[in-house]
């Protein structure tokens, strides 16, 4: 509403006044005070949405809740700012030229409309550990929509239950916001085979299998090369979402049961593969021809059909990562992740990373000399960070 302004000019005549009008010299006339009203435009605001909140004005005068309209004087500048309830989110300005969810300027040049939309906010919920259709349903309530939802292999979080989320809880955002959820499938325990003496060689699957980036781990080749089934044993435990991995505790049952380095027929398994094989005896028996022996073929078979593009072999005792004829730059990060240094040991034949660099040019599978005493807990922790480090790239 606009008033417009006038001047008004009143006269006010002495007593007898209407005998002689303005001629008669005998009266007087006496002035009274001059009105100006000036012009004034009204500011209207509304609120809407499944939100709750105020807008306020500078200067004052709309405060709204209460007050959802003022007058102004023409040409001044309204800055109208709007704030959420708790559980609410400011979505937005329209009218009068103002949108996005920063302050409103209005110049007060005729009467304006202005509304502010507030919605109810997503609060992110705390779902990690919950079962996944309870966490869906706890995000639903809490105004936000479930996003992409990853599932793992895990031993550590049992099957269909959350491991973790993203974003995490508590954050307030926009009505409607994703949360990403990722899933335990449990464990997948695979028997690849059987050694001579028929104890089973297992694989455990971890992480992501849909992903991209693959990852071998043998924790013991050796029987009496065991620091490494620690690593392995931990990295079963890891969620992981970015990486698939395949870990094979122990390649060489019989040899960790007997405490020796070949297998039940006195074989050394990293001298039993099909690159550059040849004949050996003693200590180092490579076995009478290539893949031999039951352990090596279930070895090749897995590596056939998984394609690693990195695989770590767990060694003893010379405390070095060899750089194996793979990608250096791998074997260079894995080596300063751990703190150890990085040499280029004798390339022997007939071994595992030799034969698996040469039929997978584009991977990188190497060998870690791990110290002669057993790991403790934080080295065992160090070398599988650092594993799966390498191998999410």
């Not at 034969?355 to 934080?378: C, D, G, K, Q, Y």
Request: charged share 20%.
């Amino acid at each position: 509403m606009a008033l417009v302004g006038s001047i008004v000019c009143a006269f006010v005549l002495a007593s007898g006044a209407a005998a002689g009008g303005a001629n008669n010299p005998f009266v007087r006339s006496r002035p009274v005070a001059l009105v100006e009203t000036a012009t004034v435009y009204t500011l209207s605001v509304a609120l809407v949405g499944s939100g709750s909140g105020t807008v306020t004005s500078s200067p004052a005068g709309v405060d709204c809740g209460s007050t959802c309209s003022y007058d102004f004087p023409s040409g001044t500048e309204v800055i109208l700012t709007a704030t959420a309830a708790p559980g609410s989110s400011f979505a937005g300005w329209s009218g009068a030229g103002c949108s996005g969810i920063g302050s409103c300027e209005v110049t007060m040049s005729a009467a304006e409309s202005v509304t502010a939309t507030f919605d109810e906010a997503c609060v992110v919920p705390e779902v990690t550990g919950e079962a996944l259709k309870a966490a869906e349903r706890a995000v639903e309530a809490g105004n936000c929509r479930v996003g992409k939802v990853t599932h793992v292999f895990s031993r550590k979080v049992k099957k269909g239950f959350v491991i973790s989320q993203r974003p995490k809880p508590r954050r307030r955002l926009e009505s409607g916001a994703e949360v990403a959820l990722i899933v335990s499938e449990g464990t997948r325990k695979v028997l690849l085979g059987r050694s001579v003496d028929g104890r089973p060689i297992v694989a455990y699957e971890v992480g992501n299998p849909a992903s991209s980036r693959r990852e071998l781990v043998v924790g013991c080749i050796h029987g009496n090369e065991t620091a490494g089934i620690a690593i392995a044993r931990r990295l079963e435990r890891m969620s992981l979402t970015t990486v698939a991995l395949w870990v094979v505790p122990v390649l060489n049952p019989d040899g960790v049961a007997a405490g020796t380095r070949g297998n039940a027929h006195g074989v050394d398994l990293n001298r039993n593969f099909p690159h550059r094989w040849q004949m050996q005896s003693g200590v180092y028996y490579s076995g009478p021809r290539p893949l031999s022996e039951p352990e090596s073929r279930t070895a090749y078979r897995l590596i056939r059909r998984f394609r690693p593009q990195v695989s770590i072999w767990f060694h003893q005792h010379l405390d070095v990562v060899d750089e194996s004829g793979g990608q250096i730059a791998v074997e260079r990060r894995f080596a300063a992740l751990v703190g150890l240094p990085l040499r280029r040991l004798t390339r022997e034949s007939g071994s595992v990373v030799g034969w698996t660099n040469h039929i997978l040019p584009r991977s990188t599978s190497f060998v870690v000399e791990l110290p002669a005493r057993a790991l403790s807990e934080p080295a065992v922790a160090r070398f599988a960070r650092a594993t799966t480090a390498v191998g999410t790239g």
